[in-house]
């Protein structure tokens, strides 16, 4: 045992020998100065020194070398210390017949004045320090710093010490042209914004807050993190990023709490330092109520403890780490570790920190009396330890064995080499330690491949963990997912089916600007705003949405198919058209089948009596003929029912304009003829003997002539047409007859508008010419009527749509047609049929016959 102390106590004065030399030394000055004012960073790392030391050590060696306070987030550093060097002294194939040992950096994990004061008090009879060292030998013992990066930075300034920096990968300490001897043990994070982005995309997370440290490391991953949020669609909310100077902070403080409160991001990405001015910010957001979802790497993981720091009471942490082994033996030597073997004064520092929250010193001994246990078992059920290691102690575990392997290869080579005259652990060749260092390829306990020269790995995988915090101290890590970045898209993102927010609920917490627009509606940007924010509005008619949030564009139905009331998908539309099995089709097919066979009798009716009177003083053959055409115009409209065919479409207009002009044009030629019997009475008269020969009949064939002429024109040019009507009625195509041009349709109705309005004006200025048979009279009120048929044909006609359509065409035929028969003929078959008497008394009493 003395010989182990002398070796530690030449150990430390050659490694502290140039702080401790003089305690007027400014560089000394610098680091006691700076962790009384609490502006460094030394009192919040951890620095471990490996020694290789022939032969055991005593089993309370550390009992005896580690005798203060350790600062609460740093214990777990010393039992991976003590946990990795009683493993590798255990393995008879590294370092045989040695043991290897750590001893801590000054100032490292501890209060430096606390450190000094040890070392030079009265009490302590066994090591006496002085301020200088005389010797020019240098020791080349490989140390471990960690875990933030600007504590290695200082201490390898003018180093030629190897050093294993165990806290997160920084490119800072990747100059090897600047700092020859400083390695890094931890993964670079080549794919940390592409996974937290997936996970943001699986969660449907759009409107998301970022805090950065504002250094190159916390730009770097803002620009990485932005392009990834961009690609998937997602939009910062805001974007603070912490100064790391303390007085920049204090002037920006309450920016940032105003930034972070007021937004409506409810999840918010972390990436940065502890024991900064970004933690500060924190403890404020926690003090203020901010409540958020925290997503972070795997240094903010802390299971919170009663007054240590907490991130949020909501939904818990979400961190990303890189995929570690689990160190099975670890767990089991820290359940079974004698305190009395490792120093008992951690156990004490960890209940005072958690249950008193003061330091340990002389006078607070009694009050730690009740907190004193035999074994690990009670202390680990009253303090929240993970004994699942964190990422920086695991790392420190891959570095002690690096450095172990390191000193073995060492050790080798003087062997090898016969250098016996020096202790096989002391070794003065820094850059062949270095050297040696960088190239070490191993694989560990767990059976990881650790490659200390290429720590860059492309497809190292992360775990996904959520840490729910609730009071009193009590805390759940649990592992929710994986991401692999080199499968394929898809495939990369593992999240568990079964997840449990620490709100209890299984739903999953919403992060958006708007709400998501759900079935039915699409996204209108609102101006001078982000693409993650946006109003929702139906989409227009006979377009959809479907299940899938947030559509830019609605899709527009097939003609074939209509969107349902909801608009959310399209249905098959049903086919329509005027059938002879809808009621309408039927009653109009009925009502022209009906006139038809009543004009066929009224003409049987004619024929029969074709000597009385009144059937020979108003022309006969004309009344013939009308009937005739009347006839034609009944049967015509069923052109229009039943299901459209280009014959149909064809016949349907033509016969209509060609029918319709015979019947006018023939009730022209009767009105012709009365004017033309009473006013030309002149014996010898040339138009007498025109009446006479039947000249007022070639006006049917002239006009029927120039409507075929029309007809002719309309077919040649724009025919009719079979089309679909899709927007009349809600889920039906209608099938109907597109006229093809509507200038022709026109011309042709106009046309017959021309002959009825000529006939009209012809009846009424012959309807008081006397005769008892005069039926100028008749023939103006059938044209009154055909005209106001016509006339209120066209508004309603053009204000209806589909099916409507046809009706009302096919209405306003039979209409006009039973108008035409009801107003000329229907008063003569009254005098034929039901008052004869009337018919005979008059029979020698007509004067004229026309």
């Known amino acids: 045992m003395k010989k182990l102390c002398a070796f530690i106590i030449s150990f430390l004065l050659l490694k502290f020998s140039l702080i401790l030399y003089s305690l007027t030394d400014p560089s000394c000055f610098w680091r006691i100065q700076d962790n009384e004012d609490n502006g460094g960073d030394l009192q919040s790392d951890c620095g471990f020194a490996l020694i290789t030391y022939e032969g055991p050590i005593e089993e309370n060696f550390y009992s005896n070398l580690i005798n203060f306070r350790i600062p609460e987030r740093r214990y777990e550093f010393f039992w991976v210390m003590f946990f990795a060097t009683d493993e590798i002294n255990r393995n008879p194939y590294i370092?045989?017949?040695?043991?290897?040992?750590?001893?801590?950096?000054?100032?490292?994990?501890?209060?430096?004045?606390?450190?000094?004061?040890?070392?030079?008090?009265?009490?302590?009879?066994?090591?006496?320090?002085?301020?200088?060292?005389?010797?020019?030998?240098?020791?080349?013992?490989?140390?471990?710093?960690?875990?933030?990066?600007?504590?290695?930075?200082?201490?390898?300034?003018?180093?030629?010490?190897?050093?294993?920096?165990?806290?997160?990968?920084?490119?800072?300490?990747?100059?090897?042209?600047?700092?020859?001897?400083?390695?890094?043990?931890?993964?670079?994070?080549?794919?940390?914004?592409?996974?937290?982005?997936?996970?943001?995309?699986?969660?449907?997370?759009?409107?998301?807050?970022?805090?950065?440290?504002?250094?190159?490391?916390?730009?770097?991953?803002?620009?990485?993190?932005?392009?990834?949020?961009?690609?998937?669609?997602?939009?910062?909310?805001?974007?603070?990023?912490?100064?790391?100077?303390?007085?920049?902070?204090?002037?920006?403080?309450?920016?940032?709490?105003?930034?972070?409160?007021?937004?409506?991001?409810?999840?918010?990405?972390?990436?940065?330092?502890?024991?900064?001015?970004?933690?500060?910010?924190?403890?404020?957001?926690?003090?203020?109520?901010?409540?958020?979802?925290?997503?972070?790497?795997?240094?903010?993981?802390?299971?919170?403890?009663?007054?240590?720091?907490?991130?949020?009471?909501?939904?818990?942490?979400?961190?990303?780490?890189?995929?570690?082994?689990?160190?099975?033996?670890?767990?089991?030597?820290?359940?079974?570790?004698?305190?009395?073997?490792?120093?008992?004064?951690?156990?004490?520092?960890?209940?005072?920190?958690?249950?008193?929250?003061?330091?340990?010193?002389?006078?607070?001994?009694?009050?730690?009396?009740?907190?004193?246990?035999?074994?690990?078992?009670?202390?680990?059920?009253l303090h929240k330890f993970d004994m699942a290691l964190s990422e920086e102690g695991y790392n420190l575990y891959n570095a002690v064995y690096a450095v172990a392997h390191t000193y073995h290869e060492l050790v080798l080579h003087k062997v090898e080499s016969q250098q016996i005259e020096e202790s096989k652990g002391v070794f003065n060749d820094c850059q062949q330690v270095a050297s040696l260092l960088k190239t070490r390829v191993f694989t560990n306990p767990v059976g990881e491949l650790v490659n200390m020269n290429h720590r860059e790995n492309q497809c190292a995988e992360y775990d996904i963990f959520n840490i729910w915090n609730f009071p009193q101290g009590l805390g759940i890590k649990v592992k929710i997912g994986s991401y692999f970045p080199c499968l394929p898209q898809s495939q990369r993102l593992h999240i568990s089916e079964d997840l449990e927010w620490a709100t209890g609920g299984t739903s999953v917490p919403t992060s958006t600007c708007s709400v998501t627009c759900t079935a039915g509606f699409r996204k209108t940007h609102q101006k001078q705003t982000a693409d993650c924010c946006f109003d929702c509005v139906h989409c227009p008619e006979n377009e959809v949405s479907n299940d899938t949030a947030d559509m830019e564009?609605?899709?527009?139905?097939?003609?074939?198919?209509?969107?349902?009331?909801?608009?959310?998908?399209?249905?098959?539309?049903?086919?329509?058209?005027?059938?002879?099995?809808?009621?309408?089709?039927?009653?109009?097919?009925?009502?022209?089948?009906?006139?038809?066979?009543?004009?066929?009798?009224?003409?049987?009716?004619?024929?029969?009596?074709?000597?009385?009177?009144?059937?020979?003083?108003?022309?006969?053959?004309?009344?013939?003929?009308?009937l005739i055409f009347l006839i034609l115009c009944f049967l015509c409209s069923l052109l229009f029912i039943g299901y459209p065919n280009q014959a149909t479409c064809l016949l349907q207009q033509t016969t209509f304009g060609i029918f319709f002009t015979g019947a006018v044009s023939t009730v022209l030629a009767k009105t012709i003829t009365v004017v033309m019997a009473f006013k030309l009475t002149i014996p010898g008269n040339r138009m007498r003997g025109m009446l006479a020969a039947g000249a007022p009949k070639l006006v049917i064939p002239i006009c029927i002539l120039i409507q075929l002429v029309l007809c002719g024109i309309w077919l040649v040019t724009s025919p009719p047409f079979i089309d679909r009507d899709i927007q009349s009625e809600h889920g039906k195509t209608i099938i109907i007859c597109n006229k093809g041009s509507v200038i022709a349709f026109h011309f042709v109705l106009g046309y017959l508008g021309f002959l009825a309005l000529s006939s009209f004006t012809v009846a009424f200025l012959a309807r008081n010419l006397p005769d008892r048979f005069n039926e100028a009279k008749f023939l103006t009120f059938s044209m009154l009527m055909f005209c106001s048929v016509w006339i209120t044909f066209l508004p309603v006609y053009h204000s209806t749509r589909g099916k409507t359509m046809v009706v009302v065409e096919v209405f306003s035929m039979l209409a006009s047609s039973t108008g035409l028969l009801g107003c000329i003929f229907i008063p003569k078959c009254y005098v034929i049929l039901v008052r004869p008497d009337t018919n005979f008394l008059q029979k020698n009493k007509a004067k004229f016959h026309y």
């Open 553 to 626: 564009q609605c899709v527009r139905c097939p003609d074939n198919k209509y969107a349902n009331l909801q608009q959310t998908h399209c249905l098959q539309r049903a086919i329509s058209f005027l059938a002879y099995e809808d009621p309408l089709g039927m009653a109009l097919g009925c009502m022209a089948l009906c006139f038809s066979a009543l004009t066929v009798l009224v003409l049987f009716t004619f024929v029969k009596y074709k000597d009385t009177p009144i059937v020979k003083a108003n022309n006969c053959i004309l009344s013939y003929i009308l």
């Open 95 to 381: 370092l045989p017949n040695m043991s290897l040992i750590f001893s801590l950096l000054t100032g490292m994990c501890e209060d430096t004045f606390g450190f000094l004061e040890k070392t030079y008090s009265p009490q302590n009879n066994s090591l006496h320090f002085i301020n200088y060292y005389c010797g020019t030998q240098i020791i080349c013992d490989v140390e471990l710093t960690g875990p933030s990066w600007t504590t290695s930075l200082k201490l390898a300034i003018d180093s030629k010490c190897p050093k294993v920096f165990f806290g997160p990968f920084n490119p800072n300490l990747s100059d090897h042209d600047q700092f020859p001897y400083v390695y890094q043990v931890a993964t670079k994070d080549t794919h940390l914004s592409h996974a937290m982005a997936s996970l943001m995309l699986h969660f449907r997370w759009t409107w998301i807050g970022v805090v950065i440290s504002y250094d190159v490391q916390g730009i770097q991953f803002l620009s990485d993190l932005r392009e990834e949020m961009q690609r998937h669609g997602i939009c910062l909310a805001f974007v603070n990023m912490i100064p790391e100077t303390m007085q920049i902070y204090k002037t920006k403080a309450k920016i940032y709490d105003k930034q972070i409160m007021a937004s409506s991001a409810k999840v918010v990405i972390i990436y940065g330092e502890m024991n900064s001015t970004l933690e500060v910010s924190f403890r404020r957001w926690v003090y203020l109520g901010a409540q958020r979802i925290w997503i972070t790497t795997s240094q903010w993981d802390v299971i919170t403890n009663k007054k240590d720091f907490s991130l949020d009471f909501f939904h818990g942490t979400v961190t990303f780490a890189h995929h570690n082994s689990d160190i099975a033996k670890f767990r089991n030597f820290v359940q079974t570790i004698n305190t009395s073997k490792y120093p008992i004064d951690i156990s004490y520092s960890m209940l005072g920190w958690n249950y008193f929250n003061c330091s340990i010193s002389k006078n607070s001994n009694s009050k730690m009396d009740h907190f004193i246990f035999n074994s690990t078992a009670e202390w680990l059920a």
